[in-house]
């Protein structure tokens, strides 16, 4: 053992990554400093042998077929329904206990667009125009694009539905 104090490990190990430093001198001279890096070297040399397993090469195709097969509860299905019913339901109900009037406004204006179709359907042609006119039927046919493709690739990946399913 050498006269002076053994180094923190920290430091014999940066030491021994830099390949050089005065905490590798010590561990040449120091037979607990050598024993630790050697019982290191040996572990990493263990570590290095050791193999991640890799499972079964039908392990993917084994897990979807299962989970195909496995239907989804109807009672899973009709909570979520009836949890998704319900918070509407009580979304309608804070909105009409904030402002009752509510339902009047919104029935006068569907009578309003009723009644005045005749000039809902010029204005509708004149938003167009300034559509067309600011080029914004690119933006509007890429976003479109963008959906749509969205739905599309949504709908293949789930695959088709099947009769229990239906």
Do not use: N
């Not at 496995?70 to 909570?79: G, I, N, S």
């Not at 406004?105 to 125009?129: E, T, Y």
């Not at 914004?136 to 088709?160: H, N, P, Q």
């Amino acid at each position: 053992m050498s006269a002076q104090r053994c180094p923190e490990l920290d430091e014999l190990f940066d030491a021994v990554v830099a390949g050089s430093g005065d905490a590798l001198e010590h561990a040449l001279g120091c037979e607990a400093c050598s024993a630790v890096l050697e019982e290191h070297r040996q572990m990493e040399k263990d570590l290095y042998r050791v193999v991640d397993p890799l499972p079964p090469p039908d392990f993917v195709q084994s897990v979807m077929t299962r989970v195909a097969e496995a239907p989804v509860p109807l009672r899973r299905e009709l909570t979520a329904g009836f949890g998704i019913l319900g918070g509407s339901a009580a979304l309608a109900g804070l909105v009409l206990a904030r402002d009752p009037q509510v339902l009047d406004r919104v029935g006068l204006a569907f009578a309003r667009v009723l009644v005045d179709g005749q000039a809902f359907v010029p204005r509708l042609l004149s938003a167009l125009v300034t559509v067309w006119d600011a080029a914004g039927f690119v933006g509007i046919a890429a976003c479109s694009t963008l959906l749509f493709g969205s739905l599309f690739g949504l709908k293949r990946l789930s695959g088709e539905p099947t009769i229990s399913e239906a």
